[in-house]
């Protein structure tokens, strides 16, 4: 056989068996899925890049990834962080079956680096940064490893809802500007999502899934179960990264280890938690920032969450504190209710909080607080003044002052119900006090100023025009009251022809009502 | 000087031949414009910026070093044993001009290389900072494309000196201590002597004075620039810090208030202050409160200092790129200095080999401050002895002592970081590392190369 013939068929033969090899690989590699061979999956899709190093390099990947952490470490010592999204990308790309190794550079990004800059937005940069790397690109290549959904789920839980990181209001107001596309004014928009009709609706849909790598469908699901949730906000994307580690986890059981779905089951219940405590935005109307106010629908179902939480774990240690915790839950929970003026609720979960745990305080500075000592208006008044007990002149007429305060805002806002919920408490404390200190020898000396009285000084601070609220909020609010408008020029007390609604109380009243 | 660059002109020519510059000029090229569409940044335009200058730089001098190191090697190497050396060694040219010309010729080689990749960096990362934002090309002319002067406070060396004598003469005068213990005791008398220069106490406030000196003359209506870094021993859950600077004239009302300020310790943070604060004496006082319950320590050797605009980033750029052609220089020397006596495979092997020793220096100077070669048994703190480092260890000393003088000089790093390279610095590499480290390695290759018996290689052949 002549040479060029030789060659020539030569090189058909190598790219038949090239070819050949590739098919075999893929039956190789459906097998080793199915067989459960190994715990990692054939990367899928990877890039040439990727795919080249974590074949070529074979044992030498070790002594890169080794020299590339130890740079990493040494530009961090010396305060260079510009490289660490890079080195942070190599070292993850020659391990990328190894779940620590994302987990750890995603952390030191949204942990530590960030914390290392002064100025919010850079923080957050860092924060995105820790995070798009689990989301885009750990879960990518393994996408049923329950210690990448926890990390996620932590980094919105932990990172950007808890307060531990003063930038965490700039966080959330981040997020909530990237969420409120998708979910509008009300936080929940799934129908749209699922099914877009307009151009606008299919661009934002499909920048959900692809961006945020998120399924409408699921974050519906998991919103029934577990919410409603206010999408806008950190903790409903804690609990959706969650939940899909768990559901992974439940469609694969022979690729997770079941012991380290625990941690899924706590960043679900976790986030609830803070959910109730501050999951509900409400954007100012005046001056639009956004407040976080609890969102209490979520009681029923996060008490529900504790009793599954309970009857899962199997450490008697870890029970103990889950209990510990739901009681203390719930007596946040009685207190937000009463706040919110919902009291029928809040005496239906005060009445099972003393069901549940009738020989426990439920106010911490008071050993004898048990729930049958105390009735659900003492309880109420003891957690603004902190002891039932306390009757310090100067504490209850700041705490007085307080909850007027913040029942004006709140009916600026338009939240009457809690207007109406703290100005009951304000008249609670009040009442409380005059009465316990109406047999002392000296009332006079310790008495507070007559409510209208405090309640015209508060209202009076709140309309000054130069350091009452912004010119919006005291125009609404003078209509809330009845009040003659603002004039530029003056700056009279409208306490004199004071006349409001107090809704929920059905009460009608003049300025002497609202010493009530 | 003719028969030189007579010299020099051949090696140019090898270097076409081997189609040598050709692939390196390309490689350089393609590095430049393709690695900023593979790299990651972290989001920012300073810090794309800065990767970007950093690898970029970096992949310059790996490709330019390695392509040195083979061509220096290839060129004196492959002319001995391909003979024909001895065409050019029978002309009447010395050996210490061709030696020399070869050199000139690889040195030359690299500074075109240098400049026509330098030159496509510099318009990359300009053309780039005309693309962004108004505020983003702020941020980049003021904190990276620029270059920086450091001024930072005294470092108090000379009273923290004193007063640890004194004290610890009164200690003596107490306690008799001697020999270990002695330095020991010194040490830590130093180091509570200098705890009061750098710790500010939960709620007291801490005043710094840093002398601009003759900066002060060309830097009135120009913003400045502070870098603090503090140590703390306690970190709570938040990770930071909250503190408030006061940075101006004392008693006057030429002050700037930073309000309260969120930092982390062990990081260093930099933030701008207003032009013009410092005195007529050019002396710029900074006060800083501790609004913490724990105590934090502002390190005197890098807790404070003051980044002032020194000049524009075109000159600097090119000072960087002076010290990496310094590099170069030294390269090529290596490279010939081996092929001087060593066949061109054993000469490339040597010279990486070298390198080697060059990247691993860290570990060099760990076993010299460990004062041995077999390392430190970690749970009794001692260290092990062995027969061979009574030899070792003032070898590595050695070699520790010539790597921290090239490595020293770190034109990358400063350039990414917006700080300035001085003349003199660039004067200083050239002398350390082309004039005093190159000329010391020349003469040895130009020792062992006009010994050499030309015609022996032939042998090999």
Sequence with gaps: ?516 | MQKILAITWLTWKAAFRFRLFLVVAVLLLAAVVGLPLVLKDDGTARGFTQILITYTLSVITALLGLSTLWLSCGTLARDIEECQIQVVATKPVARWQIWLGKWLGIVSLNATLLVLSGACVYGLLQWRATRLPAAEQEILRTQVLVARGLAQPPDYNAEIDARTEQLLQERLKQTQISGADLALARQQIREQVKAYFQLVPPQYTREWQINLGFAKNFLRGKPLQLRVKFNTAQIGLSGTFVGQWRVGEPGTANAWYSGPMSLSPNAYHEFEIPADLFDSQGVLTIDFLNANNTTLLFPIADGMAVLYPEGGFTLNFARGLGILFCWMALLAAIGLASASFLSFPVATFFSLALLVVVFSSGTLSDAVANGTITGVNEETGTAGHFIADFVLIPAFQGIVAVVNVVKNFSPIDSLSTGRAISWGELGAAFGQIVLLFGGVISAIGISLFARRELATAQGNQ
Excluded at chain 1, 61 to 72: C, D, P, T
Excluded at chain 1, 94 to 111: I, K, T
Excluded at chain 1, 272 to 300: E, T, W
Excluded at chain 1, 350 to 371: E, K, M, T, V
């Design chain 1, 1 to 516: 056989m002549k040479s060029r013939s030789k060659k020539i068929l030569l090189l058909v033969l190598a790219a038949a068996l090239l070819a050949g090899s590739g098919q075999m690989q893929k039956v190789l590699n459906r097998d080793r899925a199915q067989l459960d061979l190994t715990r990692t999956t054939p990367l899928k899709s990877a890039p040439p890049l990727l795919a080249f190093t974590t074949v070529a390099l074979g044992g030498f990947r070790g002594l890169i990834s080794n020299f590339l952490w130890i740079r990493a470490n040494d530009l961090q010592q010396a305060g260079k962080y510009f490289e660490m999204v890079q080195l942070a990308s190599w070292i993850t790309d020659l391990e990328p079956h190894y779940p620590q190794v994302w987990a750890f550079q995603a952390w030191n990004m949204a942990w530590n680096i960030s914390v290392n800059f002064k100025d919010f937005s850079d923080r957050w940069h860092w924060v995105e940064r820790g995070m798009e790397l689990l989301r885009d690109e750990g879960l990518r290549y393994n996408p049923y490893e329950p210690l990448l959904y926890q990390q996620l789920s932590w980094i919105f839980q932990s990172k950007m809802g808890q307060n531990m990181d003063d930038a965490n209001l700039y966080y959330k107001e981040q997020w909530a500007n990237e969420m409120m596309p998708f979910f509008g004014p009300n936080g929940t928009n799934f129908d749209e999502l699922i099914d877009p009709q307009t151009a606008g609706a299919k661009a934002r849909a499909k920048l959900f899934r692809e961006k945020y790598k998120m399924d409408p469908v699921i974050a519906k699901q998991v919103d029934e179960q577990w919410g409603p949730l206010d999408w806008r906000l950190p903790e409903a994307s804690a609990i959706y990264w969650a939940a899909l580690g768990l559901e992974q986890a439940k469609q694969h059981p022979s690729k997770v280890k079941q012991s380290d779905l625990m941690q899924l089951r706590r960043s679900i219940y976790q986030s609830m938690l803070q959910a109730l405590y501050h999951g509900r935005l409400v954007i100012n109307p005046f001056d639009k920032s956004y407040d976080y106010y609890p969102d209490l629908d979520l009681v029923s179902k996060l008490n529900d969450a504790y009793d599954t939480m309970y009857a899962e774990e199997p450490d008697p240690g870890q029970k103990d504190s889950i209990k510990h915790a739901q009681r203390n839950f719930l007596r946040d929970a009685v207190y937000f209710l009463y706040e919110d003026n919902r009291i029928a609720e809040a005496a239906k979960w005060f009445a099972y909080l003393g069901r549940n745990f009738p020989n426990q305080p439920i106010l911490d500075n008071d050993p004898n607080s048990l729930p049958s000592q105390l009735t659900l208006d003492q309880y109420a008044v003891a957690c603004v003044q902190g002891d039932v007990k306390d009757i310090d002149q100067n504490r209850t007429l700041s705490a007085v002052e307080g909850l007027l305060g913040r029942a004006y805002y709140e009916l600026a806002t338009g939240d009457d119900n809690r207007y109406a919920g703290f100005k009951l408490l304000a008249n609670k404390i009040y009442d409380r006090y005059s009465k316990q200190v109406a047999s002392f020898q000296g009332q006079a000396r310790v008495g507070l100023p007559p409510l209208a009285d405090v309640n015209r000084t508060v209202l009076n601070q709140l309309l000054d025009p130069q350091k009452g609220l912004p010119y919006a909020a005291r125009a609404v609010l003078r209509t809330q009251l009845r009040l003659p408008p603002e004039t530029a020029s003056t700056n009279t007390s409208p306490a004199a022809a004071v006349s409001t609604n107090l809704p929920g109380t059905g009460e009608t009243n003049t300025t002497s009502s609202l010493a009530k």
